[in-house]
T-cell receptor, first 116, second 113 residues
Framework: AQTVTQSQPEMSVQEAETVTLSCTYD???????LFWYKQPPSRQMILVIR??????QNATENRFSVNFQKAAKSFSLKISDSQLGDTAMYFC?????????????FGEGTQLTVNP | KAGVTQTPRYLIKTRGQQVTLSCSPI?????VSWYQQTPGQGLQFLFE???????NKGNFPGRFSGRQFSNSRSEMNVSTLELGDSALYLC????????????FGQGTRLTVV
């Protein structure tokens, strides 16, 4: 079974600064996908960024980028030029191969607060 | 196109009752997954339906069940409600392709009293 661990329950950052959220996972699968979702107070889960395990290049999406270390099973999220609207709970999620279907395994979440 | 729609948004039930939650996926999405979110346990996978068949099931008691209709809409049912079933129930739809994004609804907040 896969496990996802986020060791930072809460983090805060000043507006316009950079922050990194950590995530580690454990799996025996070779083909999988990793995601970062954000959940603002509205409770709507929104995809921030995704990474295919077979791709060595780290994914980037505007101000969001990841540092994917496959051997270390680490998948951190970097948010540059933080904005007040980035305040949310961030979840790291794992999706396995064919047999997992659409099942996502989530970490515990990191509550990020961006201060003005 | 319209997003994932969950109804109702809020629900208060009494212990021992049963409840049915509904999820309408994005048009064209045939996979619907359900998750339970609580402060103590976080986000936990309940089950996934694809083409009206349950494809995956999480570690929840048999009181939790679901179904999917031919139009891909899904319902989940919880029977004999317990206080511990109070949670935010999230539904996600996708095309079920490898690496495809799951789109989430805004959830149903269930309170059991």
């Amino acid at each position: 079974a896969q496990t996802v661990t986020q060791s930072q329950p809460e983090m805060s950052v000043q507006e316009a600064e950079t922050v990194t959220l950590s995530c580690t996972y454990d799996t025996s699968e070779s083909n999988y996908y990793l995601f970062w979702y954000k959940q603002p107070p509205s409770r709507q889960m929104i995809l921030v960024i995704r990474q295919e395990a077979y791709k060595q290049q780290n994914a980037t999406e505007n101000r969001f980028s990841v540092n994917f270390q496959k051997a270390a099973k680490s998948f951190s999220l970097k948010i540059s030029d933080s904005q007040l609207g980035d305040t949310a709970m961030y979840f790291c999620a794992f999706k396995g191969g064919e047999t997992s279907g659409s099942r996502l395994t989530f970490g515990e979440g990191t509550q990020l607060t961006v201060n003005p | 196109k319209a997003g994932v729609t969950q109804t109702p948004r809020y629900l208060i039930k009494t212990r021992g009752q049963q409840v049915t939650l509904s999820c309408s996926p994005i048009s064209g999405h045939r996979s619907v997954s359900w998750y339970q979110q609580t402060p103590g346990q976080g986000l936990q996978f309940l089950f996934e339906y694809f083409s009206e068949t349950q494809r995956n099931k999480g570690n929840f008691p048999g009181r939790f069940s679901g179904r999917q209709f031919s139009n891909s809409r899904s319902e989940m049912n919880v029977s004999t409600l317990e206080l511990g079933d109070s949670a935010l129930y999230l539904c996600a739809s996708s095309t079920r392709g490898q690496g495809e994004e799951a789109f989430f609804g805004q959830g149903t907040r269930l309170t059991v009293v």
